[in-house]
């Protein structure tokens, strides 16, 4: 328990001397004046010109992979040898990471949608609860890109195996009306 405390500690530390350092120096506007979306950029706040609308976007989705609901997903952090989470709708594989097994201290984020307790920076249970906050109607405009900086961690790092069931439905619902 004294692990978690003191990783949301640090990551909270982290957080706040993130924000605090690129507005201080005066890294909130990429180099140009615009995103480009799509675009892989070096500044600081690659989303600072992002609106709202734009950081809700669903992710797209590459054809082939499954959809996984919250209940499978919920099987997948440790009890067999695949371990799972999801950032912003998207199912990540971080089995060959250690700090996600069953001692690590990221072992909270396995098995659940991780999108609101990662751009909160705060691990409590209550920020991983499907059922009271979900990233595409609780977070703030600031958070949605703390949210985005995360999908780019973890696009980078870890194979993607599918994309979270109940998330796809409803962004296929609003589709269609």
């Not at 506007?29 to 010109?49: I, L, T």
């Not at 082939?64 to 609901?69: A, K």
Request: aromatic content about 14%.
């Amino acid at each position: 328990m004294e692990c978690f405390i003191l990783l949301g500690s640090l990551l909270a530390l982290y957080a706040v001397l993130y924000l605090g350092f690129k507005t201080f120096i005066g890294f909130d506007q990429p180099p140009g004046g615009s995103r480009g979306k799509g675009k892989k950029q070096d500044n600081v706040d690659k989303y600072a010109n992002a609106t709202y609308e734009e950081l809700l976007e669903f992710p797209e989705r590459k054809l082939g992979l499954p959809l996984i609901s919250l209940e499978e997903l919920s099987k997948y952090k440790g009890s067999n040898s695949k371990l799972y989470m999801s950032v912003k709708s998207v199912v990540y594989d971080v089995s060959q990471n250690e700090v996600y097994k069953q001692k690590g201290g990221y072992h909270v984020f396995t098995g659940k949608d991780s999108s609101v307790a990662l751009s909160k920076m705060d691990f409590k249970d209550e920020f991983f609860d499907r059922s009271k906050l979900h990233w595409r109607k609780d977070l703030k405009r600031e958070e949605l890109k703390v949210l985005q900086d995360w999908v780019d961690f973890y696009e980078e790092r870890y194979p993607i195996v599918g994309y979270l069931k109940e998330d796809i439905e409803m962004q296929e619902q609003k589709k269609d009306l």
